[in-house]
Nanobody, 115 residues
């Protein structure tokens, strides 16, 4: 079994920055993609950014140029650097990790951007 632990959410003013982290632990025999999704109030969960095991990335159009995803394979950790935050970025952010050919999700961390 694999567990994902997120950290770094919080309250920030518009234009500010936050850094999310997500560390995987447990029995990990193979590693594939890791990423971040979010669910805003009243909306469906959506992709924010994903990074493959070899570092290829893709982003939602709404965050391109503002957010940067990265990972440390040695630590089984993925990061999301969020800059120029907007009120519409307010959501619960969920970490996704594909390990041992299965998807695992974190419990979510709240990001609130005030105007």
């Amino acid at each position: 079994q694999v567990q994902l632990m997120e950290s770094g959410g919080g309250l920030v003013q518009a234009g500010g920055s936050l850094r999310l982290s997500c560390a995987a632990s447990g029995t990990i025999r193979s590693t594939n993609a890791m990423g971040w999704y979010r669910r805003a109030p009243g909306k469906q969960r959506e992709l924010v950014a994903r990074v493959s095991s070899v570092g290829n990335t893709n982003y939602a159009d709404s965050v391109k140029g503002r957010f940067t995803i990265s990972r440390d394979n040695a630590k089984n950790t993925v990061y999301l650097e969020m800059n120029s935050l907007k009120p519409e970025d307010t959501a619960v952010y969920y970490c996704l990790g594909v390990f041992n050919y299965r998807e695992y999700w974190g419990q979510g961390t709240q990001v609130t951007v005030s105007s």
